[in-house]
């Protein structure tokens, strides 16, 4: 697919990766004190590994996209946020720029963790596009699931080392018994790097 696309997240996940209660266990906290300071790193930790511009950038809990394109080629188009779930629409304007609709029966859907792609079935006729940027609109849904649990645990133990280490080390350079952190710990940056999108071991 052509690098010219639209991406826009239609509906953000309901849900973190990692919840409160798992940090509180790992940080041993068993006061209610500081809940909104962890739901804050939380946040913070989710969005530094998430889609669409995260570390890792794979979506992580359900969440629902747009993507908009010229049409397909070669009756293919890539899906850039993977794992996807499911195609839950597939919408194009035609030659006379009117919205028609696709089934998405027509298409297989492959694809694992790092990649997703549509390609055309044989049987399917292909219709023309009008000119336009986004000619093709396909919704889909993409996550590991839709809670904490549904996460490998590789990298629900990356964001739970994290969020832990942010919240013992609270501005951007903390400094304690002659020691000055200023990277993430490398067991953080080992999981970050197996899980990112394209990582090849």
Sequence with gaps: MSEHYLLKRVTAPVNFPVTVDQIKLDLRLQY??????ITS???AATDYV???RGVINKALITQTWKLSARGFDNGRI???VSP???IESIEYFDVNDEVQTIDADNFYLYGDEDSAWLQAKTAFAMPAFF???DAVNITFIA???DTAEDIPASISQALRMLCAFWFENRSAVAVGAGLVVTELPLAVQSLISINRKGWVG
Excluded: K, T
């Design 143 to 145: 996550g590991f699931g």
């Design 78 to 80: 890539d899906i850039p």
């Design 84 to 86: 996807v779930q499911s």
């Design 131 to 133: 000119d336009r940027l």
């Design 32 to 37: 209610d004190a500081e809940d909104s300071i």
């Design 41 to 43: 790193i939380i946040q």
């Design 50 to 52: 998430d889609v669409p």
